[in-house]
């Protein structure tokens, strides 16, 4: 089955980086869209970043500039490139792996905090 492991997080001062991995197994990761998303205490889960297989990106206003997703699809992994972090960037972070079928698969979160 597919899995997802995401990695990388951890606390950091603001205007330091970190970068965030997605692991995928189980499926034929080229074919794949992947996007990270995040979710603070009390706030909806939002898109910060995606990516799909011919390697186009999006990201959501609040990160441009600053964040950028990469894949690696030797390695079935996603990378969301930190820099330039703000308090308000803390949150869990999630991958979400969309397959060609439209079936969505989530990893387990890794947190991300950003002291002021």
């Known amino acids: 089955q597919v899995q997802l492991v995401e990695s990388g997080g951890g606390l950091v001062q603001a205007g330091g980086s970190l970068r965030l991995s997605c692991a995928a197994s189980?499926?034929?990761?080229?074919?794949?869209?992947v996007g990270w998303y995040r979710q603070a205490p009390g706030n909806q889960r939002e898109l910060v970043a995606r990516?799909?297989?011919?390697?186009?990106?999006n990201y959501a206003d609040s990160v441009k500039g600053r964040f950028t997703i990469s894949r690696d699809n030797a390695k079935n992994t996603v990378y969301l490139q930190m820099n330039g972090l703000k308090y308000e960037d803390t949150a869990v972070y999630y991958c979400?792996?969309?397959?060609?079928?439209?079936?969505?698969?989530w990893g387990q979160g890794t947190q991300v905090t950003v002291s002021s």
């Open positions: 979400k792996l969309t397959t060609t079928f439209g079936s969505d698969y």
């Open positions: 189980g499926i034929i990761f080229r074919r794949t869209a």
């Open positions: 990516i799909t297989s011919d390697a186009s990106t």
